[in-house]
Structure formats: structure tokens, C-alpha cells
């Protein structure tokens, strides 16, 4: 993992914010992340993806993934 999968996290509940790397990434669908070596499936719900882990929710706005993400085709 390096910088370029970096991305910032949001905890609704407290509203911290940390750094989660991407490890895999479906447009529009669902982005899973690793937060603190845990992974966390994410799914998307209009412009942002919501998951959750251990009763907290983190949510990550879908403008703040990394270009090489954003612009994804096949």
C-alpha cells in the first residue's frame, strides 16, 4: 500500500477522521478499506460509502477517493 491508495475516513459518531487504504473499489457499488489493519466493507449510498465496525459507522465521500479510483473504466 502506498499514498495513492490513501483515503480519508469519517467515524459519524465522533467525527474523527483518519486514513484508510483502499483495497478494493467498485464504482458506484461498494469500496472496502483497511482502517487500523481491519478491513471494512463499505457500501455506496448516493455520493457517499457507509460501513460500519465494532457499533461505529465511517462513512468516506465519494469526491475524496483518489483520482486513479474516480476515473476507473474497463
Not at 32 to 61: C, D, H, P, W
Request: proline share 1%; with cysteine; aromatic share 10%.
Amino acid at each position: 500500500m502506498d499514498d495513492q491508495d490513501a483515503v480519508e475516513v469519517t467515524c459519524t459518531d465522533n467525527s474523527k477522521k483518519v486514513t484508510g487504504y483502499i483495497l478494493n473499489y467498485r464504482a458506484k457499488d461498494q469500496l472496502e478499506i483497511s482502517l487500523n489493519t481491519v478491513k471494512i466493507r463499505m457500501q455506496y449510498k448516493s455520493g457517499i460509502f457507509v460501513g460500519s465496525m465494532a457499533g461505529m459507522e465511517f462513512v468516506v465521500q465519494e469526491e475524496a477517493l483518489p483520482r486513479q479510483f474516480k476515473d476507473f473504466h474497463r
